[in-house]
């Protein structure tokens, strides 16, 4: 049985501020909106402190009814006026809890929350630790956060069972640490016969062309590169295989993309459309699903091509074997070749028999990672972190 995300809210009201870096479209933003919709109707009140700008989903939360507050930090530019700013919004707003996101929120959620007084819990999203693939800012914040974890957070939570491995290896008190996966809608992704039909008529995708997509903004960790050279290989075997490039960042007009498929000879095979709304209808559309991120903690975008029945073909990083499972095909990163092989295996799958794999993938998700229970123990943490500071105080 589910547990009642109603029956584990601690009474009275609990109010939390969440404090993230940004609120643009990334895997932690998403689950952030995610959780605060599932939470709606419970007695979890929300507040939202980015410490950059509104973003895209920052709009979407204040339509809700969502206070959102912006501090306007430049990204990857340290703020004492920030700082300063976050700790009189604790103070005045007084939640129960503050709950952050990500390393930069977690280090100046952490000093905001000690100066109001408020426990914090911070949010780990990231599972590569490698400080080849990190920006140097980024590495001496993460170490600091290593350095205050025995003292600062009640608790440290994780999205990946990756991510806290890796943290550990880094000095993050292992004792504070608990994984609490992201979760989904299965009532909001799901295959669509019309959707798929109406997106490959607005992109003239030929009947019966296979679809590969890949939803990843433009960014180093997704490596595009790979998957545009696997593409390349794909279509030495199947020249009639169209590639569906979805997220910020990826539009005609950005030269390093552009220029990339111009030089491979995709261009007749590539549709780019940059950042879209309709996600589920884009996942419709497609036969096969990838991810080519040479760094992940837990890609979302794989559990929604799942849900929405779409067999995937992923590199190994991150929770993306975990994620998938036996319903698709894993590949090691960086390895065109080994993608593109993948690729190709599914789709040489009949028709009958990569339906019931991506019927399998949709359970898989829907059962394990089911945003109801996922909420029920933020709200269930939520609870514990107010009970045991108030135990403490007796």
């Known amino acids: 049985m589910k547990p009642s995300l109603r029956s584990r809210v601690a009474q009275p009201e609990l109010k939390v501020t969440h404090v993230i870096t940004g609120l643009g479209q990334g895997g932690a933003e998403a689950m952030l909106l995610k959780l605060i919709s599932a ?35 430049r990204p990857g530019v340290p703020s004492a006026t920030a700082l300063v700013r976050l700790v009189s919004l604790l103070r005045s707003h007084r939640p129960d809890v503050v709950h952050s996101w990500m390393y930069h929120a977690n280090l100046l959620a952490g000093l905001a929350a000690a100066a109001a007084r408020v426990p914090v819990i911070w949010g780990i999203h990231h599972s590569d630790v490698d400080p080849r693939n990190t920006k140097w800012l980024t590495r001496l914040t993460r170490a600091a956060c290593a350095r205050l974890s025995t003292v600062v957070p009640a608790r440290i939570v994780c999205c990946a069972e990756s991510a806290l491995h890796s943290h550990v290896g880094l000095g993050y008190s292992e004792s504070r640490m608990l994984v609490i996966a992201n979760g989904f809608d299965a009532t909001r992704f799901r295959a669509d016969r019309g959707e798929r039909v109406e997106i490959r008529n607005e992109l003239s995708i030929p009947d019966g062309a296979p679809v590969i997509g890949l939803v990843a903004r433009f960014h180093p ?9 696997a593409a390349r290989l794909v279509t030495e075997a199947r020249p009639e295989a169209v590639f569906l490039l979805v997220g910020d960042g990826i539009e005609w007009r950005n030269a390093a993309v552009s220029g990339a498929i111009d030089q491979l000879g995709l261009r007749r095979s590539v549709r780019l459309v940059g950042r879209r709304q309709d996600v589920p209808a884009l996942l419709s559309a497609m036969d096969v699903l990838t991810s080519s991120s040479r760094s992940e903690g837990f890609p979302q975008v794989i559990g929604e091509a799942m849900l929405c029945g779409v067999p995937c073909a992923v590199t190994d990083c991150g929770d993306s074997r975990e994620i998938v499972g036996s319903t698709g095909r894993i590949v090691p990163v960086r390895d065109a070749r080994a993608l593109a092989d993948a690729i190709l295996d599914l789709l040489a799958l009949a028709p009958g028999e990569r339906a019931a794999l991506g019927a399998a993938a949709r359970e898989r998700i829907a059962t ?25 105080r007796c």
């Open 221 to 229: 960790d997704k490596d595009h590169a790979t998957f545009l050279n």
């Open 39 to 73: 939470t709606r109707g419970t007695r979890l009140r929300h507040a939202v402190v980015s410490l950059t700008d509104m973003g895209v989903f920052g709009h979407e939360l204040a339509a809700g009814g969502i206070a959102v507050t912006p501090l306007g930090m």
């Open 368 to 392: 394990r990672y089911d945003i109801g229970v996922v909420a029920a123990r933020y709200a269930s943490l939520y609870g514990e972190v107010v009970a045991s500071r108030g135990a403490r």
